[in-house]
């Protein structure tokens, strides 16, 4: 069983950034493709952004192209989404979500991924 941890959350103003991590309890046994979503207060969770495993190819909600980066370090088991430029509707509850994964895959769909992190929430306030 793999867990995944969440942290960097926190309050910032309009127009911030923040580095939000997901770390792996341990390294798994297979490749893996790893997920960010968010879920708003009263909003049902989304999709945010996806990597496949040592981020050769990339995935992103339109709202946050440009501003979001998703990004792995392999030695740390860790995936970073760096997140610039952030604005009130950024404000969210983030979760992480692996699944096993081979090649340049990646996944868009909550259904897809069988490990979730606990969350960690930003957010975005003046």
């Known amino acids: 069983q793999v867990q995944l941890v969440e942290s960097g959350g926190g309050l910032v103003q309009p127009g911030a950034s923040l580095r939000l991590s997901c770390a792996a309890s341990r390294r798994t046994d297979s490749t893996v493709a790893v997920g960010w979503f968010r879920q708003g207060l009263g909003k049902e969770r989304e999709f945010v952004a996806a990597?496949?495993?040592?981020?050769?190819?990339?995935y992103y909600l339109d709202s946050v192209k440009g501003r979001f980066t998703i990004s792995w370090d392999i030695a740390k088991n860790t995936v970073f989404l760096q997140m610039n430029s952030l604005n009130p509707e950024d404000t969210a509850v983030y979760y992480c979500a692996a699944r096993g994964a081979v090649g340049n895959l990646y996944y868009i769909r909550q259904n897809d991924y069988n490990y979730w992190g606990q969350g960690t929430q930003v957010t975005v306030s003046s």
């Open positions: 990597i496949s495993w040592g981020g050769k190819a990339t």
